[in-house]
């Protein structure tokens, strides 16, 4: 192919560059007022900051219409899928899909319920609390009976190091809750995109 | 915009063999580099590039089903008929297959596989003509800009991000990272560290867990804080050395850039198991110093075999012994 017109020369040489060049000012833009990691979205900043995957985490959890809370731990991957997409950019409409996901699920109680463990800051266990949860898994049967379906909740929360004391802190970012009938009112939601 | 066909210029190769003999000679005397120099310097640079980024796609692939597949047809026709790398059509395929991968899971995509695709799409616009002295002209062009843009905006990006600047990232890459634990242990810092760090942040991530202020000690050493800085410096003032460089376009600054890109290639991709990056790096390194430095080539050339032995598992033998 012989492309004799200049503009059009040029007009080939510069797009890839123009693209990529939007493409980082976007990843530059939502890693700067929406949390989006530095490692991800087309940006150039890998190992520029603490902020991947390792760095953040979320705390599941069933919270059922009578006050009841479940905490979930053991996940599908297409529930992790979607949870670490959410974790990498944490846009409320992404938790959202993955509040979705994660509460379409059918989860049946494995165990008896499991306190809480005290842990210290050297990582010893001490003494279990008051406080217990049920160790939930997701069943691949359908439920026998349509029961209400309980809200998610999700925590999103951050660890940063501090080489000065050289501790490692885990604070809690953001809290999202939603409620079944935002989870399953309409299975097109307008902000599900 | 007219379109017709043409055929590709004869003289390209016999051009290179002449820029060999001229800029290679100290090293040429050496029995086997002189012929490894040669050789570089025979290469089909659009050829070699469009071959080197195949099997770019094939070995570090941007991991989706739709890329796999495409990546894999790619291949194979490469395989069964080398001329369809000439192919737009070729580059196209595996360019909107990277494309479409990408938009569908760009939260999760690391940052090098967009590098990736935006390199195929310099490809596919590469093969839309068919003068050599275009295709040449677009892919230099491109190698720099994207090598500039590389460098300059994860420099910036690292200057802007306080938890950087303080070194306080690779410390605790060093602690809680098992790609950074075999180097860790290279340098001093006792792997059992890392495994006691992984432990407590299991406790901290835990719903069934408890921790005292959410706040965990990490028995670190001061040898580790030093290392952190050391890497955090020479990362930066590597990276920013040689987009700067590469924007000036002069021969003495760019032989400079690459010897520093070179060094860069060889010595992060040792410890950094990020061999995508490394590669396209390389790729984008051998396409701007083909013609005008063939030992410095020859180097790049070198460093697609040093980023291949990189996965073996050293990382495992060091933690072992």
């Known amino acids: 192919m012989i492309i004799r017109s200049a503009v059009w020369r040029y007009a080939l040489m510069l797009c890839v560059p123009c693209v990529a060049l939007v493409i980082v000012a976007r990843q530059v833009y939502l890693n700067t007022h929406y949390g989006l990691s530095t490692w991800k979205g ?32 053991q996940f599908t991957p297409e529930d992790m899928d979607l ?111 | 915009m007219r379109i017709a066909s043409s055929t590709r210029s004869p003289a390209v190769s016999a051009r290179h063999s002449r820029g060999a003999t001229t800029t290679g000679r100290p090293l040429a005397s050496v029995p086997g580099i002189g012929r490894l120099i040669e050789f570089t310097q025979s290469l089909d640079l659009v050829q070699t590039i469009s071959v080197l980024t195949v099997v770019s796609a094939i070995i570090f692939q941007v991991d989706h089903w739709l890329f796999r597949i495409v990546s894999g047809i790619c291949f194979l026709m490469f395989a069964l008929r080398p001329s369809s790398l000439r192919r ?90 098992p790609r950074f634990a075999a180097f860790g242990k290279l340098i001093g810092i006792n792997p059992e560290v890392g495994d006691t760090v992984t432990r407590k942040i299991h406790f901290l991530r835990s719903p069934f867990a408890d921790v005292e202020g959410n706040d965990i000690h990490i028995e670190g050493s001061d040898r580790a804080r030093t290392a952190a800085i050391v ?68 180097g790049y050339l070198l460093s697609f075999f040093a980023i291949l032995l990189y996965q073996l598992p050293w990382r495992d033998w060091v933690l072992k012994s």
Request: with cysteine.
């Open chain 2, 88 to 177: 737009p059509q070729f580059w196209f395929a595996l360019a909107l297959a990277g494309t479409i991968t990408i938009i569908l899971t760009w939260e999760k995509v690391d940052n090098h596989k967009y590098l990736l695709v935006y390199w195929t799409w310099v490809l596919f616009v590469v093969h839309l003509f068919r003068e050599p002295e275009q295709q040449k002209r677009i892919l230099l062009f491109n190698a720099r800009f994207f090598l500039c843009l590389i460098f300059l905006a994860a420099s910036a990006q690292k200057l802007s991000s306080p938890s950087y600047r303080s070194g306080e990232m690779f410390e605790h890459y060093l602690y809680v990272d």
């Open chain 1, 83 to 193: 949870l670490n997409r959410a974790l990498e950019y944490p846009a409320r409409k992404n938790f959202f899909r993955a509040a979705r996901q994660i509460g379409s699920e059918n989860w049946i109680p494995a165990f008896q319920r499991r306190p809480v463990l005290r842990v210290n800051g050297n990582g010893d266990p001490m003494n279990a609390e008051d406080k217990a949860y049920r160790v939930m898994v997701a069943s691949p049967l359908r439920p026998d009976t349509e029961e209400k379906r309980p809200s998610v909740e999700i925590q999103f929360w951050k660890l940063t190091y501090d080489p000065h004391t050289r501790h490692l802190h885990g604070s809690l970012a953001e809290t999202f809750v939603f409620s079944p009938e935002e989870l399953f009112r309409s299975r097109a939601m307008p902000n599900d995109s």
């Open chain 1, 42 to 73: 087309g940006g150039m900043g890998m190992f520029a900051a603490a902020d991947e995957l390792s760095n953040r985490y979320a705390k599941v959890f069933l919270v059922h219409s009578d006050g009841n809370r479940d905490a979930l731990a």
């Open chain 2, 231 to 298: 890497m955090t410096w020479w990362d930066l003032g590597l990276q920013l050395s040689i987009g700067a460089l590469l924007l000036i376009r002069k021969r003495r600054t760019d032989e400079l850039a690459h010897l520093l890109l070179l060094f860069f290639i060889f010595t992060t991709y040792l410890p950094a198991p990020v061999y995508g990056f490394g590669w396209i790096l390389a790729v984008m390194g051998f396409t701007l110093a083909h013609d005008k430095f063939p030992k410095i080539a020859t």
